[in-house]
């Protein structure tokens, strides 16, 4: 058993949520009911959201999320860099290490 390609399984949902729109779309233009609108939204989000947890995909939730996330992680990194840049910058460099001298014998 082949595992199914997600390039193919998108391109196939994509068309699908298209067909989906294109026909909300159409009613919308006859009705001219921004409820129907909504609704067709709703659905195509819920029908994007189910195709993309079956294909093991995040969803643009999921995506924006971890977005947060990663700022998150980089504006902490970039506090640290800016300390340790700080704290580098106000103490004197090591000084070199001697080597040790090996003890006396006494004797």
């Known amino acids: 058993m ?3 390609d997600p390039g193919t399984f998108f391109r196939e949902m994509l068309g699908q949520w298209e067909g989906i729109a294109g026909q909300f779309g ?3 233009m006859k009705s001219g009911a921004t409820n129907a609108g909504l609704k ?6 819920d029908a994007m959201t189910r195709a993309l947890e079956a294909a093991n995909m995040p969803s643009r939730e999921d995506m924006a999320d971890m977005t947060a996330r990663l ?9 640290i ?6 704290i580098a910058d106000q ?3 090591p000084a070199p290490k001697r080597p040790e001298k090996p003890a006396k014998k006494s004797g």
């Open 40 to 45: 067709a939204r709703e659905a195509a989000k």
């Open 2 to 4: 082949s595992k199914p």
């Open 81 to 86: 860099e800016t300390l340790l840049a700080r």
């Open 71 to 79: 700022r998150g992680v980089e504006a902490r990194l970039d506090r």
């Open 91 to 93: 103490q004197p460099p």
């Open 26 to 28: 159409a009613e919308m």
